[in-house]
């Protein structure tokens, strides 16, 4: 069959689907597409790049094969060709060539600090940990786009970052940017307002590796997100790496989210759960060499047991313990726990364990009720009546 009635037949299906998925779906997915010809049954379709023809066949191939029937009278198949010239159908405000150098993304928006050997491993996070590191080796050519989702406080701006200072550790020439979606969201405002849209796609468009933060907050602004659309098809079609980060996963995404979802669903989607105790006591460890505060295992027991699910506040606990004997000028756990064990002979009248008497006075502090301390002297006897060590007063 001749070209023109492949092109004719194409477009009668596009507009026959668009009443079906909708006139935003019609414009991102299907307008820029072109029929090439319709020879031996299949009709060939020109597409801008390999995203695009991926999620045509993943979303739309099975009813547009029922369409194309039902047109034509005769089974047709669809074959896709990459055409990079079909950028001229896509909207003006697609790819901006002009690169940015290096200094354009100084290296303060990464946290030094947050590194892949900072990064304590457990259950919860082990496969995300796993594939930001492949990711930060070699960017683009996998896991592309990565996505990142889990509750508050787990890790997810560590990794983010890890990646990013990873990859410039790696590739010192490449253009890193990390950000977050509302940082992204008001860059763009200013950039309309200033009439200097050209030099913000520059800036996103020409990176090797975009890195934002809680993507979520990008929904329901449609300018906004239409411009990340467009910048993470410059991206992709780059094959430059993209990687964000969500509260919840894109499925769990509303209906209404559905340009976004179609973009964050394509690639490597790796979720983080709160740590197991093993690795909260990790981390509390890490953290205290870190900080250079010596705390005894059982102190790290009892936090660990106290704050399960986010990481943050695990962390904070540390840093509060640490201040708390900084300003009470009270000597560090273990070092009261030496001293007492050293002193102590048979006829000196018991005292209280240096765990017991360091965390009780803790807790008194941020927790101020005698239950609280009633329950926390409990739990010290328990502990020094299993070790056969120490023996609390009533």
Not at 128 to 153: D, F, L, M, W
Not at 155 to 182: D, F, Q
Request: net charge positive; proline share 6%.
């Amino acid at each position: 069959m001749k070209t023109a009635d492949g092109v004719e037949l194409w477009a009668q299906t596009v507009e026959r689907l668009r009443s079906e998925i909708g006139d935003e779906n019609a414009e991102l997915w299907l307008k820029p597409v072109e029929a090439s010809s319709l020879e031996g049954g299949v009709l060939m379709l020109k597409v801008p790049n390999k995203f695009f023809s991926d999620g045509i066949k993943e979303r739309y191939q099975k009813r547009l094969l029922a369409v194309l029937r039902e047109l034509s009278g005769a089974e047709i198949g669809l074959d896709f060709r990459v055409e990079r010239d079909l950028t001229r159908v896509l909207p003006s405000s697609d790819p901006v060539p002009e690169a940015s150098p290096q200094s354009d993304f100084p290296l303060s928006e990464l946290n030094p600090r947050y590194t892949f050997d900072s990064f304590v491993i457990g259950e919860s996070n082990r496969l995300a940990r796993a594939t930001a590191e492949s990711i930060s080796k070699s960017p683009g050519t996998q896991y592309n786009p990565y996505v990142i989702y889990g509750g508050v406080g787990l890790g997810k701006t560590h990794i983010m970052h890890a990646i990013g200072n990873a990859i410039r550790r790696h590739h010192p020439r490449s253009r890193v940017l990390y950000t977050t979606s509302e940082q992204f969201v008001n860059e763009f405002i200013a950039a309309v307002q200033n009439n200097s849209i050209d030099s913000f796609r520059s800036r996103y468009r020409s990176l090797d590796c975009l890195l934002i933060d809680d993507i979520q907050f990008l929904i329901a602004k449609d300018r906004s997100e239409q411009e990340f659309f467009h910048t993470f098809n410059a991206l992709f079609d780059s094959r430059k790496q993209i990687v964000v980060s969500s509260d919840r996963s894109p499925k769990e995404m509303s209906p209404l989210e559905q340009r976004l979802v179609s973009r964050l669903e394509w690639g490597f989607v790796a979720d983080i759960k709160p740590p197991d105790l093993e690795t909260r006591i990790a981390i509390l460890r890490k953290k205290a060499a870190h900080e250079g505060f010596t705390a005894p295992d059982d102190v790290i027991l009892f936090i660990a047991s106290s704050v399960k699910t986010n990481v943050r506040a695990l962390e904070g606990c540390l840093i509060r313990l640490k201040a708390f004997q900084a300003m009470t000028g009270a000597p560090s756990p273990s070092t009261t726990r030496a001293t007492s064990s050293r002193i102590r002979s048979p006829s000196t009248t018991p005292r209280p364990c240096a765990s017991r008497r360091y965390s009780a006075s803790w807790l008194s502090s941020t927790r101020s009720t005698s239950r609280t301390s009633r329950a926390t002297s409990a739990r010290c006897r328990s502990r020094c009546l299993a070790r056969s060590r120490c023996t609390c007063p009533a």
